[in-house]
């Protein structure tokens, strides 16, 4: 029995060698199939590469030098003007003083003086009709912010304290005063903008006359 096992695994190891004898093996050295895997791959990483470089390449020679210089231009231009209106937001934002001479305060505090305060006092600062007259107990209507009323005799801090915590503190007990605060509606960075746009539409007269006040008080 085992002889005819023996014989059996002969025949089949004789076979076996004359098959892998008829395969042909390919020349040259027989590459890993890791390695080549990874060649592949290396391959694939590499394409995108080559050509993001030769768009680059083509474009800037089809752009020609005065191309390039005009596309720097615009580039640089857009990072100046990105940079320029990300420092107005900033400065609005921080702001703790009136610049009347600021385009970028006054414009934002023209905005939100007519959310807020052009219903009283008039889309034009002249305030209602009547202002001027006899109100020993109070109840006087908005008066005029456009440098006709003298709110000049105050200083930029205090306009801003009557602006923030309402006319009421600063009155007598026996006066009702009519201005409302506005410290839980604005930012101190807002109120400083309306201040700097009402400022803005004072003529020259009535900043030279609030300034004399100022010094006057100290």
Not at 28 to 42: M, S
Not at 83 to 107: C, K, L, M, P
Not at 207 to 212: A, D, F, G, I, L
Request: charged share 25%.
């Amino acid at each position: 029995m085992r002889d005819v096992k023996t014989a059996r695994r002969k025949r089949r190891a004789r076979l076996e060698q004359r098959m892998s004898g008829r395969i042909p093996k390919a020349p040259g050295r027989t590459l890993d199939p890791a390695r080549r895997l990874r060649g592949l791959v290396d391959q694939e990483e590499d394409a995108p590469a080559q050509g993001r470089q030769s768009f680059a390449n083509d474009v800037s020679a089809r752009l020609g030098p005065r191309g390039r210089f005009l596309a720097a231009a615009i580039f640089i231009g857009a990072l100046i003007t990105g940079a320029d209106i990300f420092w107005e937001r900033y400065s609005n934002q921080t702001a703790v003083s009136a610049d009347h001479t600021n385009a970028a305060q006054v414009g934002l505090g023209h905005s939100l003086y007519d959310q807020h305060c052009a219903f009283c006092h008039g889309a034009d600062l002249a305030g209602k009709q009547g202002w001027d007259g006899e109100f020993p107990d109070g109840g006087r209507p908005a008066v005029p912010l456009d440098g006709t009323a003298p709110i000049w005799r105050l200083s930029d801090r205090d306009i801003f304290d009557v602006v923030k915590f309402g006319g009421q503190p600063f009155s007598p007990a026996s006066y009702r005063n009519e201005m409302p605060a506005f410290e839980t509606a604005l930012a101190d960075a807002d109120i400083w903008a309306i201040l700097a746009f009402i400022k803005s539409r004072w003529p020259e007269a009535t900043h030279t006359r609030q300034k004399e006040a100022t010094d006057e008080s100290g």
